[in-house]
């Protein structure tokens, strides 16, 4: 299946070839020139967002304001159902933000955070962006409970617990969260989950509408290759109506171009939204989407779980110390393991053109997709030996690698 412009000018699934998934390696320019293993990170950028962004550029010098109403004011509804597709959200459920920070601070403004409900529950492994805009609602009367671990989580979700955000995926090892355990416990306590499937959506197959949940947050920046400054959010349509977010712009007013003087939110997912939207951002961003559409989450999973149970394997055959999860159903899109001064280790491969990055008390982070391929894996590990044994990594002890 692949994505095609109807005859009506909406987008539609219609029928393709099936392309292996190395075929896909001719429309990544960046594949041609590195050992490219940081898509847990910064995706490859398709050669066709380079081409979108051109054609908002091109719109923007010959259409100018009338641009806003031929597409750039709707982009945050249609690349959000893009990204809809690909997570199992209704047509109108998803909108784009400009990152997850700014979408879950949206969501903590629909509350009123006092007591008895005003406990937002999350574990210790968090990504820092997401922990700190949910301490920082402790001034507004929240009381942040974190937990060691998603037993612990679950074990705390109670009476009082307003909001569970949770990782899908945690950044620092790859793990699988327990999604839908955590998500039964909170429905039990009439708590709302916003689940943040930055690490996971366009790698680990999701599905927030048989999830239940009542947000999904995520960015374009990793596994969907679609850049930066393209976050989204998914609301789940029956709750939509029945949130105010605090956090409010003329786009998500009712009639924006009234230039009314006082808010009316807009009906369901619309009135999540704020300011302006990030026009190019979306241009770009819907290039990712479309291809891990066509390709197939499933299909990549399947792709991604034998890659990376090949990474363990050869981690394990070189002696170094694996932090992922063994188990490859337990294990997102990328494979984390220890080496021995891995920061120089990481500067020396950025060196060699073998892109990845490290993360503190970690170690390196190795992050293949659909167009890699095995020998990548084989090759990169590899060095990563020949820099250890040979000890030139330790001139650039002090060096950073740059990203």
Same mark, same amino acid.
């Not at 933000?97 to 403004?109: G, R, W, Y």
């Not at 999973?301 to 694996?322: I, K, W």
């Given at each position: ?233 998914? $609301?789940?349509?029956?709750? %939509?109506?029945?949130? &105010?977010? *605090? ?7 009712? +009639? !924006?171009? #009234? ?79 220890? $080496?021995?001064?891995?920061? %120089?280790?990481?500067? &020396?491969? *950025? ?7 490290? +993360? !503190?008390? #970690? ?41």
């Amino acid at each position: 299946m692949g994505l095609a412009h109807d005859r009506h000018g909406d987008l539609a699934f219609v029928d393709t070839p099936r392309v292996e998934l190395t075929g896909y390696r001719d429309r990544f320019p960046i594949l041609a020139s590195t050992t490219y293993l940081i898509n847990h990170s910064l995706g490859a950028m398709p050669a066709e967002a380079e081409r979108r962004v051109q054609q908002f550029v091109r719109e923007w010098a010959t259409r100018g304001a009338r641009a806003w109403g031929e597409g750039w004011w709707r982009s945050v509804f249609t690349t959000g159902d893009l990204i809809g597709g690909i997570i199992g959200a209704p047509p109108g459920s998803t909108v784009m933000h400009q990152n997850v920070t700014v979408a879950e601070a949206i969501v903590l403004s629909c509350f009123d955070l006092k007591p008895p409900r005003n406990r937002i529950v999350f574990e210790d492994g968090l990504f820092p962006s997401v922990r700190y805009v949910q301490q920082a609602w402790a001034r507004f009367g929240a009381e942040v409970v974190v937990c060691p671990d998603a037993e612990a989580v679950i074990d705390a979700i109670d009476e009082r617990t307003l909001l569970v955000p949770v990782s899908h995926v945690l950044y620092k090892s790859a793990e699988i969260q327990p999604i839908e355990r955590i998500v039964e416990r909170a429905h039990t306590f009439g708590a709302h989950v916003c689940l943040d499937a930055y690490q996971s959506a366009g790698a680990v197959p999701l599905d927030v509408t048989q999830l239940g949940i009542a947000f999904c947050v995520g960015g374009s920046v990793k596994w969907l290759c679609g850049g930066p400054g393209a976050g989204w959010l998914y $609301v789940r349509p029956d709750l %939509a109506d029945t949130l &105010e977010p *605090a956090f409010a712009g003329w786009q998500g007013h009712a +009639r !924006p171009f #009234a230039f009314e003087t006082e808010m009316e939110p807009a009906p369901g997912a619309a009135r999540f939204l704020t300011g302006t939207p990030n026009v190019a951002a979306n241009y770009a961003a819907s290039a990712g989407y479309e291809i891990i559409a066509e390709i197939g989450v499933d299909r990549i999973r399947a792709n991604s779980m034998r890659q990376t149970a090949l990474l363990v394997e050869l981690v394990d055959a070189a002696g170094f110390e694996l932090t992922s999860p063994r188990e490859p159903e337990q294990r997102g899109g990328s494979v984390v393991f220890r $080496v021995p001064d891995f920061q %120089a280790v990481h500067a &020396e491969l *950025a060196a060699r053109e073998i892109i990845c990055d490290t +993360r !503190p008390e #970690a170690g390196l982070r190795f992050g293949p997709h659909f167009f890699t391929t095995d020998d990548e894996l084989r090759f990169a590990v590899d060095q990563v030996s020949e820099i250890l044994v040979s000890g030139v990594h330790l001139e650039r002890a002090h060096a950073a690698a740059g990203y």
